[in-house]
């Protein structure tokens, strides 16, 4: 019988979101070559994560009552249909093929389910004490996914034209589908009976109604909120105050993901024996808003690399531990539901970003970031002050029951 695997979800995990490097940076200059205008540009690419909005708390209530592996397979599948409508959407021209562009980000984020039920399964196979750690290998895969995806979607494309990325994305996802039914176990025996049946809407009142877990999900909203405004304008700022070309742009994004990666998968462990996941998702808000402040500012490359490096700390620390101390604080019959919500929420902060973002950098490109690292530096310290009180009152409780 097959033993539920760290390494295998890992790789599955990772695979996918290789499939989903390989795609996302050829968007714009495909939506563009059809003859998308900017609106029609930003539906298309915002599609992907409406999708994930709406349905990755289904998905996840589904894992809590079916198991995480025949969602986690029905994800890899959809997401090798929808990177062969990618494909296909490439050899067409006109509306038909913006058409078939759109149609295949909404079934990719329709069926993109990996993320929030691999964290489930994460959980159900790892003691609390270990679980934040280990939740960092999805952080890990998803940085590494991010590197490695675009270089093999540029690859692809001087090697087989318009339509290699697609195919080759299409081919990952579906390896990764036949490997998942091969070697991937189930890790959860689900019992229906145990397993609320819930609507969408009051999955989300029911998440919320846990304090801490509430609390944790808005953090993690406005944190994935500030990641989405600087990743969306970043481009523009360093083209204008360094003369920055796209390339390097990517260059300096494949920075930023190698840092946070290895981060994830090395010391987060070390660090969150030390400090608790309360510190952790409080103390990466605080670097996340210093390192924005002073973004606009730098006048070196020197200090543009180290202004990322802390960035890079700031972002790869928050999301294990906020999807750890989720998780803990989460009954196991709800782990897929309520992780959902929690991936939900965070699509939902990356439709607004980018708008958001945009629209401030229009007025002054230092806006967007000044306004970020407000945000963020008052989340941190409201977060230190709620979640460190909330640590030491359960820590309280604990003694008195001993």
């Known amino acids: 019988m097959k033993k539920p695997s760290l390494l295998i979800i890992f790789f599955s995990v990772f695979i996918d979101l290789i499939g989903f490097g390989i795609v996302l940076p050829l968007l714009p200059l495909y939506s563009k070559q059809f003859g998308a205008s900017g609106p029609v540009i930003g539906a298309i690419i915002a599609s992907f994560s409406l999708m994930q909005f709406l349905f990755a708390p289904a998905w996840g209530r589904l894992s809590d009552r079916i198991g995480r592996r025949p969602v986690i397979l029905i994800s890899n599948a ?26 295949s980000r909404v079934f990719a984020g329709i069926c993109g389910a990996n993320l929030s039920v691999a964290n489930a399964y994460i959980a159900d196979i790892t003691p609390p004490d270990k679980r934040t750690q280990k939740m960092g290998l999805i952080g890990m895969a998803f940085g590494l996914g991010f590197i490695f995806g675009p270089a093999l979607g540029a690859f692809s494309y001087h090697q087989f034209g318009l ?58 909203f406005l944190a994935t909120f500030c990641f989405a405004c600087f990743e969306s304008t970043f481009s523009l700022l360093v083209k204008e105050q360094f003369h920055l070309d796209e390339r390097h742009a990517g260059y300096l994004f494949t920075y930023c993901g190698l840092l946070g990666a290895f981060l994830q998968g090395g010391g987060l462990g070390w660090l969150n024996r030390r400090l608790g996941e309360q510190r952790l998702i409080a103390g990466s808000l605080i670097v996340v808003a210093v ?37 803990l604080r989460t009954p196991p019959q709800e782990q897929g539901a309520t992780l959902g919500v929690t991936q939900s929420a965070a699509s939902l902060a990356r439709i607004i970003g980018p708008i958001f973002a945009n629209a401030l950098y229009a007025a002054r490109p230092s806006l967007p ?17 709620y979640l460190c009180r909330q640590s030491q009152e359960i820590l309280g409780a604990d003694v008195q029951a001993g």
């Open 291 to 327: 390192s924005l402040a002073l973004l606009p500012t730098v006048s070196t490359i020197t200090a543009l690399l180290l202004c990322l490096a802390l960035f890079a700390v700031g972002s790869g620390i928050n999301r294990p531990p906020t999807f750890g101390l989720i998780s």
């Open 163 to 220: 339509a290699g990325p697609g195919w080759t994305a299409s081919i990952f996802c579906g390896v990764n589908f036949l490997l998942g039914c091969c070697v991937l176990a189930e890790s959860w025996k689900p019992n229906s009976e145990h397993v609320p049946r819930r609507p969408g809407l009051a999955q989300w009142t029911q998440t919320f109604r846990r304090p801490t877990v509430g609390f944790v999900i808005g953090t993690y």
């Open 78 to 103: 959809g997401s090798a249909i929808s990177y062969a409508l990618f494909a296909i959407a490439s050899t067409r021209t006109g509306d038909a093929a913006l058409w078939l562009l759109l149609a």
């Open 369 to 385: 970031y000044l306004v970020c690292a407000a945000v963020a530096l008052i989340t941190g310290l409201v977060a230190w002050t």
